[in-house]
């Protein structure tokens, strides 16, 4: 007995119907398998045998399945409520008026139990009389009429609208309503009107089998006349069809594949596979005809009300672009239809409609990726893009192209390509697409990546040709196209050329050759295919000829004879080689049979668990015999789970998510002048793979096109910076345009296009190209340089020259010149100017740890003692002049003690410092790197700057007062006096010394080494030039005035 639930599903909401677990308890929950409920009624005894809930297919309440056992007298002893008498407002005002009458009469008169079960019974009472006189109403109008079975339709599908448009919390509103609209558009009285009066039958190619997969596509489109209402619409409304002949590979793959299946003996076994086609035209109120049409009885377009020769189709494939499948689940997902969707990847959230869709594409994530690859591996950072102009175009640019520009992508335009291409105003569809075809087409850029769909070919075709039109010229473009794009075209398109393509890229599903489809085409019979509603479009648009009517004016060699044969059809009509989405409809009829095999295996395995009598029936062909509307149901989690080879041998699996676990290839597109073109494979996508193997581009086996002679393309908003130059951004452009500078002076840029010119090594400078680094060549003043030499040899010369005016002064120690002013402090002098030249020998040679200790400190406290005895002598002048006063007490001072301790005290000083500096901060061994370009400097660092000027700084001091001295005592009697030559010297000295310092802070490298050694000589050489010439002159060339008697007289 089979009872509808009053309360059923109707407070159950749509989310808490999405869950698998809960579909399978719904489809087959059980409530016992053998129940000993017994009863007696009327003295005979009734039992229930089986008790099971229905699954929710045909409304929202589950069916009551209840099998029981009655006595054998013959009579029914049953009543199942009609719930298509509550259709009519005027009918449940009744049946309300009589529930409110009863528990007013009844309130409170017996137990509530009681009420209760006569209060059933009065109900029932009401609504069999209510029935009977529909019934009566009913049988009144087919006398009449003279039309009982039309009139009975009419009637059943009169309540089931009308049923359907007041159950308004559920989601089969939507269906009704348009059936309702159908229905009262009809301007003539109802019963002359039927639901299947439409403009056109929509195309279909049906096969009968066991098992019925539908399949929704566009393969036609319709151009009609605009309705008038003026009368009732018909087929003369239709201007032209447009076939798109490339897109019935599709059909022939699937059939293709049902054909496979049902000839292998492993899968599905005494079960034959069926199909069901129906065109979308890429329309979505197409699309949604053909999904109520699935839920319709065959040949009766009725809606959710089935009797006669069901449908029933356990799997709907929808492709392949994406809005026919987003169309259709609208329908179908009501009522948990499987639904496979083959030949894109919709980028829009499915919500609770996602659980029924599989998709026969991998992640769109991995292609998108690819792509971007694809760009940064050829350096193709200056694009630009075409996208669809719908929600997955918007979803496109907002989420995928940010990225790109993450990774250096720019775009030098972002057009959105409209669907238009089937509009019959053609002038608002030209002037709309004008101005975006001179932007694509008069572009700088080489490289654009069109997002687009199966259809987009057309679009772009026709972007591409305008220009041509107006003998514009045009730019050749390197076209990068989605996998969901397709080589498509319209009938008039057809003479157009299509080496617009040669040289392109595209990505395709990774897919395999099979050579049994080209067989299968070859020898199938076409035109003798029954039930086939497409085939005689495409072979006339195909072939350019028309099949004879009765009315049509026979014409010579126009004919469709059906001896043409689809091999000598070039490719931009016809592939005799599977395309990639003919490949994913191909597999996705098997995926539908795999999973359909593993129900059967699955129920049959379970041996303690399953049923037996429904694994026995199977191999009966069940769906035959006993239809269930519970088989889709059951579906979805074996087709979520599915794993297999088809037919070419490829694993098929689907990820968590619902997405084929599959990867992506990539198509070289080479032209040919016949209209036919190849697909090269160059290159793959593989997710699963190790990170380094993920993309995979074999550069050497493109063709590229024609224009650039096989040459690599650029696509660059400006040439790339040469090495030694950096790019420099400009105002108010994207950022792949910029300019090219040099880079300043020590970096390099050894990259094309670098952001930033980079510093060489500290052990390594910048070439003259400023595009590498030479390694820098060590440097000291060493012996063996020409400088060092000279230096070396100024050295010795002077330390000779001293040595020799010291010999000439002891040789001549007795003669008065020597023994005028100090002798033994002559001596001093003498000896610390040798000592002086001689130091500054440790200046030259390699820095070394006990040289660099002693350089600096020994010149000090040496030049210190020469300055000192100097000093002393002039001192020693002054004061002798003085002691001749009469009185004077200064000659109590004279003496060698005086000159001793003027030397010894100024040294002292000189010496205490360089001891502090010595112990503080000792000088030492170091590299300078950053003084010279090209040279490591080899130098002494000294440790502290401070300390090395306050010794130069004593000195300096010591000079001064030096000078100070012999400036005042220059007019002092030549005969005694020095003061005049020591002035000179020290004027000679303090020159050197001050000169020393600014040359020595702007001198980089050894050459300040030099610095210092020159003034080391200069300074010394003045001392002894200036003071010891004169005496030398006298000893040597004048003896007759180094007599006592001479000086004597002369004073005189």
């Known amino acids: 007995m089979l009872t509808d639930l009053g309360v059923g599903l109707q407070g159950r909401t749509e989310q808490e119907l999405s869950s698998s677990e809960e579909l399978q308890q719904d489809q087959q929950g059980e409530l016992s398998e053998e129940s000993p409920v017994q009863r007696q009624e009327n003295g005979n005894e009734i039992s229930v045998k089986t008790a099971k809930t229905m699954g929710i297919w045909i409304s929202d309440h589950a069916p009551l399945f209840v099998e029981l056992g009655l006595e054998e007298d013959g009579k029914s002893r049953r009543w199942c409520y009609n719930n298509l008498i509550m259709a009519k407002e005027i009918d449940r005002e009744y049946i309300r008026n009589q529930i409110d009458w009863y528990f007013k009469e009844n309130n409170g008169s017996a137990e509530i139990p009681v009420v209760w079960d006569a209060f059933k019974a009065v109900i029932r009472g009401h609504c069999i009389l209510k029935e009977n006189a529909i019934k009566k109403e009913w049988k009144t109008i087919l006398v009449e009429s003279g039309r009982t079975e039309r009139a009975e339709e009419m009637r059943r599908t009169e309540m089931k609208v009308d049923m359907v448009l007041n159950r308004r919390q559920t989601t089969e509103k939507g269906i009704a309503g348009m059936l309702y609209g159908?229905?009262?558009?009809?301007?003539?009285?109802?019963?002359?009107?039927?639901s299947r009066e439409r403009v056109h039958e929509l195309h279909r190619y049906y096969q009968s089998g066991d098992l019925i997969t539908a399949v929704i596509l566009p393969q036609i489109y319709i151009l009609s006349s605009c309705l008038s209402f003026e009368k009732p619409p018909s087929d003369e409304d239709v201007d032209d069809l447009l076939v798109l002949t490339q897109g019935y590979q599709h059909i022939l793959a699937l059939v293709f594949a049902v054909k496979e299946i049902n000839a292998n003996p492993w899968i599905l076994p005494n079960v034959s596979l069926g199909f069901d086609i129906y065109n979308s035209e890429f329309r979505a109120r197409w699309t949604y005809l053909a999904s109520m049409e699935l839920l319709s009885t065959q040949g009766i377009f009725t809606p959710n009300y089935k009797c006669g020769i069901k449908n029933n189709p356990v799997a709907v494939i929808g492709g392949p672009d994406s809005e026919t499948c987003f169309h259709m689940a609208t329908t179908l997902s009501t009522y948990k239809i499987p639904q496979l969707r083959y030949g894109s990847h919709s980028m829009m959230k499915d919500g609770n409609q996602g659980v029924f869709f599989h998709q026969l594409f991998p992640h769109s994530n991995h292609q998108y990726m690819g792509i971007l690859r694809l760009l940064l591996h050829f350096s193709w950072i200056w694009i630009g893009v075409i996208s669809l102009e719908d929600e997955n175009g918007e979803l496109f640019v907002q989420n995928v192209l940010p990225k790109y520009s993450q990774n250096g992508i720019c775009f030098e335009f972002i057009e959105r390509c409209s669907k238009k291409a089937f509009s019959t105003d053609a002038a608002k569809v030209l002037s709309d697409w004008i101005p975006v075809s001179h932007r694509i087409m008069g572009s700088s850029v080489t490289a654009v990546v069109v997002y687009g769909e199966v259809h987009t070919m057309i679009s772009l075709r026709i972007l591409i040709q305008l220009p041509q039109f107006e003998d514009i010229p045009v730019k050749t473009k390197v076209w990068i196209m989605t996998a969901q794009m397709d080589f498509s075209s319209l009938p008039f398109q057809r003479g157009w050329g299509i080496d617009f393509i040669h040289g392109s890229l595209s990505f395709a599903i990774h897919s395999k050759d099979i050579l049994e489809f080209q067989k299968f085409l070859q020898i199938r019979n076409h035109l003798s295919e029954k039930g086939d509603g497409f085939v005689r479009h495409f072979w006339g648009h195909a072939f350019g000829c028309f099949f004879p009517t009765s009315d049509t004016e026979i014409m010579d060699g126009q004919i469709c004879t059906g001896e043409e044969k689809l091999e000598a059809l070039p490719a931009s009509v016809f592939e005799m080689s599977m395309t990639g989405h003919s490949y994913n409809i191909y597999t996705s009829v098997y995926v539908v049979a795999h999973a359909l095999h593993n129900m059967h295996t699955s129920k049959c395995k379970h041996g303690a668990r399953a049923d037996k009598t429904k694994c026995m029936l199977l191999n009966q062909k069940p769906w035959k015999l006993h239809p269930s509307h519970s088989l889709p149901l059951q579906l979805h989690s074996f087709l979520r789970s599915v794993s297999f080879n088809n037919g070419a041998g490829e694993m098929v699996s689907f990820d968590q998510d619902?997405?084929?676990?599959?990867?992506?290839?990539?198509?070289?597109?080479?032209?040919?002048?016949n209209q036919s073109f190849h697909r090269v494979k160059v290159g793959k996508i593989e997710p699963q793979t190790l990170p380094d193997?993920?993309?995979?581009?074999?550069?050497?086996?493109?063709?590229?096109?024609?224009?650039?002679?096989?040459?690599?393309?650029?696509?660059?908003?400006?040439d790339k910076c040469h090495l030694g130059y950096s790019k420099a951004m400009k105002e108010g452009e994207p950022f792949c345009c910029y300019d090219c500078f040099p880079c300043p002076a020590g970096e390099i840029s050894n990259q094309s296009d670098m952001d930033d010119c980079l510093q060489c090594p500290e052990d390594q400078y910048p070439n003259n190209f400023q595009d590498s680094c030479n390694l820098k060549y060590i440097s000291y003043l060493s012996y063996e340089e020409p400088l060092g030499i000279s230096l070396t040899i100024a050295g010795l010369s002077f330390s000779s020259i001293t040595v020799w005016v010291l010999q000439i002064f002891i040789k001549h120690q007795d003669t008065p010149i020597v023994k005028a002013n100090n002798r033994s402090l002559t001596y001093t002098l003498l000896f610390s100017l040798l000592l002086s030249f001689l130091c500054s020998l440790l200046f030259i040679g390699q820095p070394e740890k006990v040289v660099c200790l002693l350089r600096q400190s020994v010149f000090g406290v040496i030049f210190s003692i020469a300055v000192s005895c100097v000093l002393s002598k002039t001192t020693i002048v002054v004061l002798a002049f003085m002691?001749?006063?009469?009185?004077?007490?200064?000659?109590s001072w004279m003496g060698k003690q005086l000159a001793t301790s003027i030397v010894l005290s100024c040294s002292m000083i000189q010496t205490t410092i360089c001891i502090v500096w010595l112990s503080t901060f000792p000088p030492f061994p170091d590299l300078d790197m950053h003084s010279m370009t090209k040279e490591i400097v080899l130098e002494c660092n000294q440790g502290s700057v401070t300390m090395f000027y306050c010794v130069l700084s004593y000195m300096g001091f010591l000079a001064i007062v030096s000078f100070t001295v012999a400036f005042l005592a220059r007019k002092l009697p030549d005969s005694f006096n020095e003061a005049k030559f020591i002035t000179f010297s020290m004027l000679v000295f303090c020159s050197v010394w001050l000169s020393f310092v600014p040359t020595y802070l702007s001198t980089k490298g050894k050459y300040m080494v030099a610095v210092e050694i020159f003034s080391i000589l200069g300074s010394t050489a003045g001392l002894l030039g200036c003071i010891f010439s004169p005496k030398c002159y006298v000893i040597l060339l004048r003896p007759e005035l180094n007599s006592r008697e001479q000086l004597m007289g002369k004073k005189r």
């Open 182 to 194: 159908l229905m009262m558009g009809c301007n003539v009285p109802f019963p002359q009107c039927t």
């Open 658 to 673: 619902g997405n084929l676990e599959a990867g992506f290839d990539i198509i070289n597109w080479v032209t040919f002048p």
């Open 883 to 891: 002691a001749t006063k009469p009185g004077s007490r200064i000659r």
């Open 693 to 718: 193997k993920v993309f995979t581009i074999h550069e050497d086996v493109i063709v590229w096109p024609s224009t650039f002679n096989q040459a690599h393309p650029i696509s660059l908003c400006n």
